[in-house]
């Protein structure tokens, strides 16, 4: 009985989205070369519409995306996007400090669904 009662207490438990890297700024960029750093999101899935990413300034020169696979199912070609891991990228056109604010919610499947907000602070220099 007591099996049983712990089974359903610790069976139904939430466990929270990690956002990764676990700091407050990501890696410092240069002016006008290409940057590239990734954000992992963990415990959880998330997809297209559980996921956002908004990059400030909007006219940075930078954008995301998530990681894509190139797969051959069948004889065909397939893409495959992974909302866990998400890409910043570009070439910054202005120097200063960006802000990069990843937020969603994780899907529920055998744990309900969590929401995740982290805001990264990146420093573009000359």
Known sequence: MAFLLLLLIFGC????PVVL???????????KNMYHAQIK????????????????????GL????ETTVYVFAGEEK????YHKIIIYGAPSKEG??????SGHTLGSMY???????????????
Not at 13 to 16: A, H, I, K, M, Q
Not at 21 to 31: S, V
Not at 63 to 66: D, F, G, R, V
Not at 79 to 82: A, T, V, Y
Request: proline letters at 8%.
């Open 112 to 126: 309900s669904g969590g929401g995740f907000y982290r805001n990264y602070r990146l420093a573009i220099n000359d």
């Open 79 to 82: 893409m495959n996007e992974d």
């Open 21 to 31: 890297p676990d700091a407050t700024a990501l890696p410092n960029a240069t002016l």
């Open 97 to 102: 400090n960006y802000d990069v604010i990843v």
């Open 63 to 66: 954008m995301w995306k998530p």
């Open 13 to 16: 438990g939430t466990r929270s």
């Open 41 to 60: 999101i963990k415990s959880g899935p998330v997809n297209k519409t559980s996921v956002s990413v908004i990059i400030t300034p909007s006219d940075s």
